[in-house]
């Protein structure tokens, strides 16, 4: 029997019990989802899931509302300051993770497809501007330059333009003809940066031309998972997503491995190289918050078809009740 979500889908500003209670340390956020605060009997039960806007600025704008909101009071529970931080800090990490990727639902929505188009027409134009140091950066880890990566670049634009004309046209056949060139694309993008993040020198000098590489992985994942669920895959469009949060991590655990195991290279770094590299980490770590959040909406979006279209045409935070 079909559930009625119009029924379960509310306001999240509009349910002051929510608020007060994750104010008190009775509930607690972890990435997109409300739950029962351990010690409460309920511990870690699920009281609601998050859906945020459609639109990146009106999303940011309800986060910090929010944030607003949650700090105004606490509640009388002795353990709330703590739970209440928890929260916040998962509101702050939505906030970064929303700036970074111009929205918390592009992996689902067809508007947001549209946001990971851009942002990927736009690296390939980045790409293409820094060919040299592109370049150069692939020779660091030995593959061929200059034809090998406009030929790369080639197949990358005709692979995100194909997407985009398939999706437009509910092609769903071509569409899952797809999939093995996404694979492919994924995979070598992924063994690029993974040669190259234990390398350290290379970390502090090409930081730039690797950022963008990073971003294109980043994107890539996006629009593949959104494929996969266009064609019925949600199963694999949630795994692509946390195998990108795996990913990125583990690039930037073996740069900082790297960095720490050459203690004369670390000892050279000026004080600019060790801004820039740090905010690099960061911006890797930063994101995974969204990925997190934007697997938890693709089983939403199984169970409730449609729903997260509906919830992110509004201007405010809504709360799917559990």
């Known amino acids: 029997m079909p559930v009625n979500t119009d029924a379960l889908l509310r306001s999240l ?3 002051p019990d929510v608020l007060a209670k994750i104010q008190s340390g009775l509930y607690t956020l972890c990435g997109g989802v409300v739950r029962h605060a351990s010690g409460t009997g309920k511990g870690g039960q699920i009281v609601g899931h998050l859906l945020f806007p459609g639109d990146a600025l009106q999303t940011q704008e309800s986060l910090k509302n929010l944030q607003s909101m949650l700090s105004s009071g606490l509640g009388s529970l002795q353990f709330g300051v703590g739970q209440l931080q928890q929260s916040m800090g998962v509101l702050q990490g939505l906030q970064s993770a929303n700036l970074l990727l111009s929205g918390l ?3 689902v929505t067809a508007v947001g497809f549209v946001v990971v188009y851009e942002k990927l027409n736009k690296i390939s ?3 293409e501007a820094q060919s040299q140091g592109i370049a150069q950066t692939l020779k660091v880890v030995g593959e061929i330059h200059d034809r090998g990566l ?3 670049e080639a197949r990358f634009q005709s692979l995100r333009d194909s997407a985009r004309q398939f999706c437009e046209c509910d092609d769903v056949d071509q569409l899952k003809d797809l999939i093995p060139e996404f694979h ?3 995979h070598y993008n992924r063994l690029v940066l993974e040669k190259h993040a234990p390398i350290a020198r290379s970390s502090l000098e090409r930081l730039g031309e ?3 590489l990073q971003d294109r992985l980043i994107h890539l994942s996006l629009m593949m998972s959104h494929v996969q669920m266009k064609i019925g895959a949600a199963k694999f469009g949630h795994e692509c997503l946390l195998r990108l949060e795996g990913d990125l991590s583990r690039f930037n655990a073996l ?3 790297a960095l720490a195991s050459d203690r004369q290279l670390a000892s050279s770094v000026t004080q600019e190289q060790f801004a820039e590299l740090t905010g690099f980490l960061q911006r890797g770590k930063q994101i995974r918050p969204a990925l997190n959040y934007q697997a938890d909406v693709i089983t939403l979006e ?3 078809p449609g729903l997260l279209d509906r919830a992110s045409t509004g201007n405010q935070i809504m709360l799917l009740v559990a």
């Open 125 to 127: 134009g980045q790409i």
């Open 302 to 304: 199984v169970e409730h």
């Open 13 to 15: 500003p509009d349910l």
């Open 255 to 257: 740069r900082v491995e």
């Open 105 to 107: 639902n592009i992996a």
């Open 184 to 186: 492919e694309q994924y």
């Open 210 to 212: 690797i950022g963008l």
């Open 150 to 152: 406009m030929l790369d």
